[in-house]
């Protein structure tokens, strides 16, 4: 990871839990002097206290290292709110169904933000009995090719993985109103209604 804990990440989360300097010192192990050096840019905390120290403020290791708390408010859990995440060095597909902190080989990921397909990334359904035939036209090389779709519905996630000089094809079963996503690994996330 290329970011640490900062001082002003460790006095608004501090804060955020109405603890003193000396409430948060007490529950780690510290005093409360380390803690305003800290705060105060004086000083950092030893890797050692990271998960005692985001244990005390609430949050995970990685938030607490980003600045960022993130808070779930997708409540009901609505697939069509859902996130994916793609590592960009293992290829590993995550997915959520909301706001998160993702990490995959010591990098933070971003969720992945979908866009129209466009000529290159074009997607055609059949109707084969009570399923569609899903074909993604495009070329399926070792360096270029269609990660993985997915069809996601308020109450269902399905994903199906793609490999390179594969196919780009599979059948989905679609319940109601949904979203067809797939993912280029040169070019992102495409999503399409079916």
Known sequence: MNTYVTGNTIKRLREARTMTQAQLADQIGVSSKAVSKWETAKGLPDISLLQPLSEALGVSVIELMNGEHIINQNISSN?????????????NVIHSTGNAVVSCCGVTLPPLEAEDPDEDHRLTLERVEDEQFLTIHHPMTK??????????????????KFYPEGEAQTRIQPRGRGILYFYCNQHGLFRQKP
Do not use: E, N, W
């Open 79 to 91: 697939m069509l709110r859902s996130k994916l995440y793609v590592c960009p060095i293992c290829g």
């Open 143 to 160: 360096s270029h090719y269609i990660s993985f779709a997915a069809y996601v519905t308020a109450d269902r996630f399905q994903l199906v």
